[in-house]
């Protein structure tokens, strides 16, 4: 488990600055307050609401590691709270959060959320506290150097239904009369899903099914095509540092259609496929928690961000070889308009000046 070092106790300071207030402090606090609705919400966010560490699931990806070095930062330094973290994988973490072993999920993902969540929600165990990014995506893609510009090998590739007529473009050097498609790694959910659509699209015939022997081979084939400017067609989803570090297009398919996807899903040889739907990632909290701490879930129902801004962050990580820690400073200097939206002027200068402290 790891912990987040704390400023000095926000609260320790509540009576000097209660005592040093004057009427026109007041109206102007009061001001703020109707201008800002974080800041009438967090109301005295000198003192955590919750006395013992904030438990948060400890995801085993990129995206919901930056999620929680963020969330904590804030809570940490802003509202004088102390974080924690339970290392895990989603299905025995979101389990232990209908238990109460663990608090706050960063990152639920709701188009194909674990059955545990379900469950636990149903009896009123969990709840949902709000939108993390509401524009998960997956797809096929392909470098958009590929595409567009003057030296574009394939410039009216925009379509799966194009792909037979670039098997060339795409070679196989193992199977050469065939092009490649890099899909998931074996035993990940997106390979079944890609092998199917596949078969469906009748690109079994002229693409070989490549699965990479792990996500990171995934993304180092991605990334070495990028660096010696070579076509690579492959699937990727987002919000990872590969999307926000390069440029690529997805190529079009059918658009999501639920009963498609599920008769697809159902079929072992399906004839139609759909794109994959667009995911809202949620957060969810224990519910008796969320009942306990209603400026911490205050804080979360506001917190928002978007697909693009955490694959960029995600980027920026990755580029300088830094920690989630990092990446959540470099949010917390890149978007300050978005961060600041979420907590009371008050809260948002703690931050700040502790973000700037190192």
């Not at 973290?85 to 188009?111: K, N, Q, T």
């Not at 081979?217 to 989803?237: C, E, G, H, Q, T």
């Amino acid at each position: 488990m790891t912990r987040h070092t704390r400023i000095d106790r926000p609260h320790h300071r509540a009576g000097h600055l209660l005592r040093g207030g004057s009427a026109a402090a007041a109206l102007t606090t009061a001001g703020m307050m109707l201008a800002n609705p974080a800041a009438a919400a967090d109301g005295d966010a000198r003192a955590c609401d919750i006395e013992r560490p904030i438990i948060f699931a400890g995801l085993d990806y990129d995206s919901a590691r930056f999620h929680n070095a963020l969330a904590r930062m804030i809570l940490d330094e802003g509202y004088g709270c102390a974080t924690d973290e339970l290392p895990g994988a989603v299905i025995p973490l979101v389990g232990g959060m209908s238990r109460g072993d663990v608090d706050v999920v960063m990152e639920i993902w709701s188009a194909n959320p674990v059955q545990v969540w379900l469950d636990a929600r149903e009896k009123g165990q969990v709840v949902e506290v709000g939108t993390n990014f509401p524009d998960a995506r997956e797809a096929w893609f392909v470098p958009r150097y590929v595409v567009e510009g003057a030296d574009a090998p394939a410039k009216d590739l925009t379509s799966v239904n194009d792909l037979p007529k670039y098997t060339k473009l795409f070679e196989d050097q193992e199977e050469t009369d065939k092009g490649r498609f890099y899909n998931c790694p074996a035993g990940w959910q997106c390979e079944i899903v890609n092998s199917k659509k596949l078969h469906a699209y009748g690109l079994e015939g002229s693409y070989t099914n490549f699965r990479p022997g792990t996500g990171e081979a995934l993304s180092a084939a991605v990334d070495s095509a990028i660096k010696r400017k070579k076509p690579i067609l492959f699937y990727y989803w987002g919000p990872t540092w590969l999307l926000g570090k390069y440029d690529f297009v997805a190529l079009e398919e059918p658009a999501f259609n639920a009963d498609t996807w599920a008769a697809m899903m159902a079929a072992d040889a399906p004839e139609q496929a759909t794109a994959y739907p667009e995911s809202t990632v949620i957060i969810g909290a224990n519910a008796d928690f969320a009942k306990a701490a209603p400026k911490v879930i205050g804080f979360l129902e506001r917190y928002e961000t978007t697909s693009e801004q955490v694959s960029r962050a995600l980027a920026h990580i990755r580029d300088t070889e830094g920690s989630p820690e990092d990446g959540a400073k470099w949010f917390l200097a890149e978007y300050p308009d978005v961060w600041k939206a979420w907590v009371s002027p008050e809260v948002a200068e703690r931050v700040s000046a502790a973000a700037k402290k190192g």
